[in-house]
């Protein structure tokens, strides 16, 4: 199965604030991202998106997206839509463990793992030929880290870029990372 993990378009959002969830617009035109991306994409594909604006409004350009809350980004809680200077010293808790720190009111990224790999389990079938996830980092961290092996804490250093496409490929004998952020 070749698998594409696409992330949204970039964010309509002030440099420093903290959007998990939160449904900002776009900085640029979603049509113009597919129609970057769509030469790397096979001819037919399955069609995954978050329903979160950033992601959705790029998926519907590609096709018809089946939308899927456990594809949304992590939430931040009470943090959503907060500069990150607001927050304040909390930050540092943060990252001091990234993966099981929960903001007030929010899930940790672990907690969104698990929702994630949820839906692989039940949405990517290894016998279609093509998958396609419009998505969040976040997300697209938890896919690709875990058909890699990688470990979560090391899920961190896939940076997805936004309007940027991945493609991995899924075997029987295991998964091939065939080209990154094009």
Known sequence: MELYLIRHPRPD????????????????????????????????YALHASPLQRAHRLAVELGEPQLD?????VSFGDWEGQPFEAIGSAIDDWSKDPMNFRPPNGETPLEMAQRVRQWMSERLDPEAEAHVVVGHGGPLRVIAGQLLGLPPDRWLGLDFACGHASRLDVHAWGVMLKWFNR
């Open 69 to 73: 809350d456990r594809l949304k980004e």
């Open 13 to 44: 959002v002030a440099a420093g604030t903290c959007y998990g969830q939160t449904d900002v617009g776009l900085a640029e035109a979603p049509a113009d991202v597919a129609a970057r991306l769509r030469p790397l994409l096979p001819e037919a």
